[in-house]
């Protein structure tokens, strides 16, 4: 009998597909008929026949099911395998390819490698500082709470008086999920490793748990460890415990002395643990004690405002809730202490959250670097496009044979985005190489403010932000080649080939996508350069600021006068005067003397009322107890009246200096010179001072922040409990006859001499401390002049290798034009001036966008505007010189073409 086959119709449509259904169906039918077929031949009935064949078959369904489960996954590997061969293809060929361009293939990797590493590099400490957590448990929970006081004329908003912590603790546990308060200085270490000076903060027992914190080894502090009656413990940073410990973890239960006193050490915090942040204080603690609210501290309250409130806001209570509860708070401080803030005093109260407060000074110097260096890798991908399209425009006769011999357009793209993704790849690698160092460059060279307590690093994080932009950069890489590969274009390349042209439509729209791109690339260019211009501007304008006082030859450096072997003031001002007198000894040296704080280094501020003057709010003004000497010293310029005679006592009538920001604002069209003012408010029980002269304004926050108000009053005049727990922070200026760098052994060692467990803290020469002013300034500055160099070197290669292709396409016409009589001159314009032309388009362009740009950049600035004219003229003048300087090379080749030789090439 013969055998049932498949139609052949069905067998016919194979051709155009595999239909592996259909395919089963009639294998598995053939091989169920031949068994009947066999059957029948044996001697049954067609019918029992199908049924024994059928039966001893089994399930046609099941088998069909497998069979087609079979089919399919072989279908999927054998595709994933040719996919995967068609790329590993594709990439070897593209390798092959850019091996045959070595110039062009380096220089786009560097330009890719310089904007990846520039990008990656910035992205790293802006992710650490901008855009991580916090370091602590929740951290979006963490608020600070801050006062203002509206009968003072100056903002705070950041501290509160410590005694009302104990108001405001009140809120814990319907408000707040804990709080704790916070007090940053200075603590002097002694022992066996010799005095040190380090920072440190008094902190509620509550404080780690507030941060959500846990001691690496030990323990934190215990609920009851800053109540008053306490024995003395300490909690230690790791960096401290490290340098100063070795890592000894035995010095945990051991006993170290801190300012002439024992205390226990219970913990060390881990690595990477950094409190206070920036923002918040001058700096990150080396070791943690508890504050106590003493009777004395108790006595400050409504007085000293120098305590940071950390809270841990409550489960499901949010912001603005907290707010209100805390300025209800704050509205009951005159009822619930009358004698201390008075019936009229009015308190304000605000919460921000931890993070804003701690990134709040350098956020918008961060953006404007970020947006800076991006600019910097958008010109790097068009430099990089622009080269594949030149070398596009190279192949463009092999490309179209290829096309015309079937390969496909998808094939075509793919050869394309193979290189793209070679070139991105090794740059990107190379970028990386480049960011991890110019990261470790960034840690040295940031300013403290900016860094400390961030931990920066190329991390995984980083480097996904550098795959994402790798990748973007590919697409965006490969879209202008890929588009350049289209079928009309390349069915024109062969018609042109054809005709033995080479130029024309192909050759001019290659040209304007070109052009486009370089003019895109000058105009960014403008903008990155124009914000230098401005930031180096700025800079120079700080650098020519007259300090109010000489710098030049003069140093500084603090001491701490421990109260443990300095118990009264009068033991204070004989260490003082015996200080000061031994560095006066000192060969080289012309004056010598303390005050409270110096210019730039540190500020106090103090309230300060002038006789007969209507003030609406009592004035906040800069405030320096100096000793005998230090206006000298100093070299402070007086403008009215006389510097103090050095015999001023405590007896004597209280006098003062101010300057001439206080005269001008408080005295204005009058003599100061006799009038008086007091320290605190006009209800100030303290003595009024006489006026008896007038300095010339000092800078003492820093060089590029304007000129404050300012008093100066003799310190032997000075009587209270809390002025002389200043006097113990001493800050010494000593004016050398020579370069004071010279004195640094010699001050050391008479401090050594006069008191062994006093360190010298902070010896700088006073040029340096007016440099460390403007240093986030610098910073900044340095980077943007960075990489407005690097955008101007990319947008040279753009504008040389546009240049470069444009002559080598125009030979033929450049050779024409000499061979009728153009001179060497006249091609040299011409290609010079095409460049001119394209750079004045892109120059325009980037100037619009640095006017609209720039704006930003206004609190960066210091004297000059964001439109200044200078900085904008600048950068257009800047960016067409590099037009001109990088077409030249490009122009002076073509005006030596040789015209025979040019027309037979072509």
Request: aromatic residues 8%; glycine residues 8%.
């Amino acid at each position: 009998m013969k055998r049932r086959k498949a139609p052949a119709w069905r067998r016919y449509l194979r051709f155009w597909g595999a239909d592996p259904v259909r395919d089963v169906d009639d294998e598995l039918s053939f091989h169920l008929q031949a068994r009947v077929d066999e059957y029948i031949g044996a001697g049954m009935d067609p019918g029992r026949a199908r049924a024994e064949a059928e039966a001893r078959f089994g399930s046609v369904a099941q088998v069909r099911e497998h069979t087609v489960a079979i089919d399919a996954q072989w279908a999927r590997e054998r595709g994933f395998a040719d996919r995967m061969h068609a790329v590993g293809s594709d990439v070897r060929h593209a390798a092959r390819r850019l091996r045959r361009s070595p110039s062009v293939t380096i220089a786009a990797v560097l330009c890719f490698a310089l904007g990846i590493g520039a990008n990656t590099s910035i992205f790293s400490v802006v992710d650490a500082v901008l855009f991580r957590p916090l370091p602590f448990a929740d951290a979006s929970r963490l608020v600070i709470l801050g006062e203002q006081l509206p009968a003072f004329a100056a903002k705070n908003y950041g501290t509160i008086s410590a005694p009302e912590y104990l108001d405001y603790k009140t809120l814990n546990g319907r408000v707040f999920a804990n709080s704790a308060i916070v007090d940053d200085g200075s603590f002097v270490l002694t022992g066996d490793a010799g005095p040190e000076r380090v920072l440190g903060a008094q902190v509620s027992a509550s404080i780690f748990d507030v941060l959500g914190v846990r001691a690496a080894r030990g323990r934190t502090f215990l609920p009851d460890e800053d109540a008053i009656s306490a024995p003395n413990v300490v909690v230690l940073s790791h960096a401290l415990w490290q340098r100063r410990f070795g890592a000894d973890s035995s010095v945990v239960d051991r006993s170290m002395a801190i300012g002439g006193e024992s205390y226990r050490v219970i913990g060390i915090m881990p690595p990477g643990f950094a409190f206070p942040l920036p923002g918040i204080s001058s700096g990150v603690a080396d070791l943690f004690v508890p504050y106590r609210i003493t009777p004395a501290v108790e006595k400050t309250r409504a007085n000293v405002y120098n305590t940071v409130l950390v809270a841990r806001l409550a489960p499901g209570v949010a912001l603005e809730g907290a707010k209100a509860a805390a300025a209800e708070i704050a509205r009951r401080l005159p009822t619930l202490h009358p004698g201390a803030y008075g019936a009229k005093q009015v308190t304000l109260t605000d919460l921000f959250p931890l993070r804003d407060r701690a990134i709040s000074g350098v956020r918008r110097s961060l953006v404007v670097l970020l947006a800076a260096v991006g600019f910097v890798l958008l010109i790097a991908c068009i430099n990089v496009s622009s080269l594949l399209i030149a070398r596009a425009a190279a192949r463009q006769h092999e490309l179209a044979l290829r096309r015309a011999l079937g390969a496909s357009r998808g094939r075509v793209l793919r050869e394309f985005a193979a290189e793209s993704f070679l070139i991105v790849a090794i740059g990107s690698a190379l970028g990386v190489v480049l960011a991890i160092w110019g990261v470790r460059v960034l840690a040295n060279a940031a300013p403290e403010e900016m860094l400390q307590g961030y931990a920066v690093a190329v991390d995984g994080r980083v480097l996904l932000f550098t795959g994402s932009i790798a990748a973007l950069t590919a697409f965006a890489v490969s879209l202008f080649p890929s588009l350049h590969a289209g079928d009309e274009l390349l069915d024109a390349m062969l018609r042109e080939d054809g005709r033995g042209g080479g130029g024309g439509t192909i050759g001019g729209a290659r040209q304007r996508g070109r052009r486009l791109l370089v003019a895109t690339q000058i105009a960014l260019a403008v903008v990155v350069a124009a914000g230098a211009v401005l930031m180096v501007e700025s800079f120079v304008n700080t650098r020519n600021v007259d300090p109010g006082f000489e710098p030049a030859h003069l140093l500084s450096f603090r001491l701490g006068v421990p109260d443990y072997r300095y118990r009264t003031s009068t033991d204070v001002e004989a260490f003082e005067r015996d200080m000061a007198a031994r560095l006066r000894r000192l060969p080289g040296v012309h004056a010598a003397s303390a005050a409270t704080s110096a210019p730039m280094a540190e500020t106090w501020r103090a309230t300060a009322t002038p006789e007969g003057v209507p003030i609406e709010k009592t004035p906040v003004v800069l405030m320096t107890l100096v000793y005998p000497g230090y206006i000298d010293a100093l070299g402070l310029r007086m403008r009215a009246g006389a510097a103090f005679t050095g015999r001023e006592t405590r007896e004597s009538p209280r006098v003062a200096i101010i300057n001439e920001a206080f005269a001008r604002q408080f005295f204005a069209g009058v003599n100061p010179v006799g009038r008086r003012l007091k320290w605190g408010s006009p209800q100030s029980t303290d003595p009024w001072a006489t006026v008896v002269g007038v300095a010339e304004n000092v800078n003492e926050v820093a060089l590029d922040a304007a000129a404050e108000p300012a008093v100066y009053y003799p310190a032997l005049q000075q009587d209270t409990a809390f002025v002389a727990s200043s006097l113990r922070e001493l800050t010494y200026v000593v004016r050398a006859e020579r370069d004071p760098s010279a004195l640094f052994d010699p001050v050391r060692r008479a401090v050594h001499d006069a008191d062994p467990e006093i360190p010298v803290v902070k010896l700088r020469t006073m040029n340096d401390v007016v440099a460390l002013s403007v240093v986030g300034r610098r910073f900044n500055t340095m980077l943007l002049v960075g990489f407005a160099a690097l955008a101007l070197a990319l947008a040279a290669v753009g504008i040389y290798g546009l240049m470069a292709y444009a002559v080598l396409q125009r030979t033929r016409e450049i050779g024409i034009r000499l061979a009728v009589g153009a001179t060497p001159s006249n091609v040299l314009g011409l290609v010079v001036g095409q460049a001119a032309r394209l750079a004045l388009v892109g120059v325009g362009t980037g100037l619009l966008g640095a006017i609209a740009l720039t704006r930003v950049m206004q609190s960066l600035l210091f004297d000059v505007s964001p439109l200044d004219p200078l900085a904008l003229g600048g950068a257009a003048l800047l960016l067409l010189a590099v037009a001109g300087l990088s077409s030249y090379v490009p122009a002076l080749r073509a005006s030596r073409v040789d015209p025979k030789t040019a027309i037979a090439a072509q």
